[in-house]
């Protein structure tokens, strides 16, 4: 069992939690994931590391509920069954941040893909590395952790769907005003929103990093679904990336397979809210 120090609400439905996994975070280098179970017959649950403290051991994840398995894990108060990690290969920047030093760099997140851009631009500014940040969501109310990325952007800019907050309209109407100013994106959120950021850059021969993170549910490789084309060949998120060459993607596969086990979460859900009436984790 893994200590819980907190697990708390930080949107409509998005939640933060800090857990004591000393082993799972001593290497980790971000871009890199870990399988979370909240209980012993749990689904096992991919969340990206969003942040870490090496020296206290602690581990901070943020993650969306989205259906029956992120909806348990909010009942998680002290402790949860299983951490491991860390997974996936990491972001290709901070493996080698010397190699990126003359590059003009930009990260596009959209909604909870704060999380994952968040450890990157960090690390990176720890390593004199400074990029910028465009960062969106559908309303002000969505947007997270902005005091936090605030502190390790170069340069961020909000845009909202709504323009309750920042620019209004879409994370590609501020970059491609910019796009000009950079050698290199990376963009990390909704699978939508990394198609059309990717078609942008494309367009204007800009090499783009994506993560194909929203793919994942078993994460370890066994269940195939998150099994996305690259470049023509089938590749695994959670095993070859979770970071891939977005110029290679098949994104309109890859949105097809969102929507593979809609049916049969449904049914999870409702067993797990039924459950969970009866108990408390």
Known sequence: MYKVLYNKRISSNSFEMAVVAPLVIKRA????????????????IPLTIYDYDKEQGILYLIYQVVGASTEELTYAKDEIFAVAGPLGNPNEICLHPEEYKDKRIVYVAGGVGIAPVYPQVKYLKEHGINVDVIYGS?????????????QVANKITYATDDG???IK??????????????????TIGPVIMMK???????????????????LMVDGSGMCGACRCEVD??????????????GHKINFDLA????????????????????RLSKEVI
Request: glycine letters at 4%; one cysteine or more; charged letters at 35%.
């Open 29 to 44: 280098i971000p871009g890199q994931f870990v399988i979370v179970m909240a209980r012993e017959d749990s689904e096992r």
């Open 255 to 274: 949105l097809k397979r969102m929507n593979v086990y809609k049916e049969e979460e449904k049914v999870k859900w409702q067993e797990m809210k039924e």
């Open 232 to 245: 023509g060949k089938p590749k695994f998120a959670c095993i070859h990336g979770p970071e891939f060459d």
């Open 164 to 166: 309750s907050y920042g």
């Open 196 to 214: 059309n950021v990717c078609e942008l850059t494309k367009k204007y021969n800009v090499r783009t990093i994506v993560s194909m993170n929203p």
């Open 169 to 186: 309209g879409f994370v590609t109407n501020v970059l491609e005003e910019h796009i000009h100013d950079y050698d290199l994106c990376v």
């Open 138 to 150: 559908r309303s002000e109310d969505l947007l997270l952790i902005r005091d936090k990325i605030e």
